[in-house]
């Protein structure tokens, strides 16, 4: 816990504990499912951090909300009680990220470093079945959920603050979309996102909106307390989660390996992996591997070094040079023990950036649609949209050397993505293409090593 030192009356200095804060805009008799998710996060917080001081507030989404946040680091957003969608969400924000003028004598609070959003699966998925139709009976609820998340995530991104504030605040967002909230016991048995080990009943996290199925109260609020708490990786991603967990075994304690993997799946995020355990296990097998795998790929990465001929690419690339880290000390508790990686990234085009991504395409769209106004106008700054590209993307390519939860040594291969920022043009065929060859190529090593 944070702690201030001040001076006591006999000029010595004395420590005061300081209040983590933790705000959440949620309407708890619109959803008692998710009131018992946030019942269970308040619990596994007090479990996990015993000698810290937490408190957790929740106001009314039509409550008017304390400038700043009241002190609070994170705010949690539950996008089902916004009915307005991104009206209320931009009204939310500029409250809470507006900073306050303290009292006098009192410290001045930052407003918060993070914001989170728990929404819904499919929300970007309107266009499918089921959630078209759950979206249609629902009188648009999925598009106005979307809204919260797109405006939470554009704020972050432009770190576009309230008027008065500073563009230089820490600010952070996560999007979590749940599926429908039910008993573990249930969302084991009914869950159909798939876990690593390919069993639909396993929480499962995953980049992006796409999983389908239901999620448990427990699994839920583990990972949101993970998301709060504990895993870096959860910061400005978005991700999906479906499945249970029972709260003997798969709890707060649960080993730190298991949450490090499953979010390590956000950086990027993932497009791939390949993982080899207890193969190489005798002696020194897993290092002389390692070694092979990585002096293997080396190699195979000079085949890109050329651009795109031969390789199948509709996009030039240029390769990045190779990198070795191996884990230190303090990192004893994590899975990867060492990494190695390569990244290809994307050349710039005469067309890429001309391209617009989807939400750049909603926007235009609503900006055409809404008639200009003279008199607002004239009160308000025109939002103007920066469509420079500074980078292309591009696929990193990483073999790891890992450590089970049972201590079992291994290899992984993984793709991700890379050189990406908030104007990049995501180049999936290009990306899909890089990926089939990565496979090839690991394919291709296992037969040569003898595996």
Known sequence: AERMLEEGEDGELVTEEVENKILVVFDGKKNQDMQKVLNRFETLLSQK?????????????????PMGGAGAQTAIIISSS??????????????????????????ITPPPS????ISSLGTSRTDKFPYSMQNMVGGGKLTKMEEVEEVVVSTVKGRMVAEGGSSNVPLDYTVIKLGDVVED????????????????????????????????????????????????????????VTGGMTTTADSVDDDFVVWEDSFLRL????????????????????????????????????IFDNGAKGTGLTTPVRVVPTKLRVAQEKEESSSIRAQWSVRLEFKATSTGSSYKSKSEEKQ?????????SNASSSSKEPVVINNTQKR?????????????????????????RCNMDDFTVVKEISEETIVKKIQEAVGVWKKQFGQ
């Not at 937490?54 to 409550?63: E, G, Q, V, W």
């Not at 009915?83 to 507006?98: C, V, Y």
């Not at 002696?283 to 293997?296: E, I, S």
């Not at 292309?392 to 991700?416: F, H, P, Q, S, Y």
Request: a positive charge; glycine letters at 10%; hydrophobic letters at 35%.
């Open 114 to 117: 993070h914001l989170l959003v």
């Open 392 to 416: 292309e993307g591009g696929v990193e390519m990483l073999a790891e050397k890992t450590r089970g939860t049972d201590g079992t040594m291994g290899i992984r291969v993984r793709a991700r």
């Open 185 to 240: 016991s249930k969302a084991m048995n009914k869950g159909k996102g798939k876990g690593s080990d390919g069993d639909s009943s396993v929480m499962t996290i995953r980049p992006g909106d796409s999983l389908d199925g239901t999620v448990g109260v427990e699994a839920a609020a583990n990972v949101l307390l993970q998301s709060v708490t504990m895993q870096p990786n959860a910061r400005n991603s978005t991700m999906s």
């Open 82 to 107: 916004l009915s307005n969608g991104r009206t209320s969400a931009e009204t939310i924000l500029n409250r809470l990220l507006k900073r306050a003028l303290p009292q006098a004598g009192a410290p």
């Open 364 to 372: 235009s769209e609503r900006q055409r649609s809404t008639p200009s």
């Open 267 to 302: 950086d990027g995020p993932e497009l791939w992996r390949m993982e080899e355990e207890g193969v190489w296990s005798k002696g020194d097998g897993v290092d002389r591997a390692f070694t092979a795998l990585t002096t293997y790929l080396g190699e195979w990465s000079l």
């Open 49 to 65: 951090f015993p000698n810290q001081k937490i408190s957790l507030t929740t106001y009314l989404p039509t409550s008017i909300l």
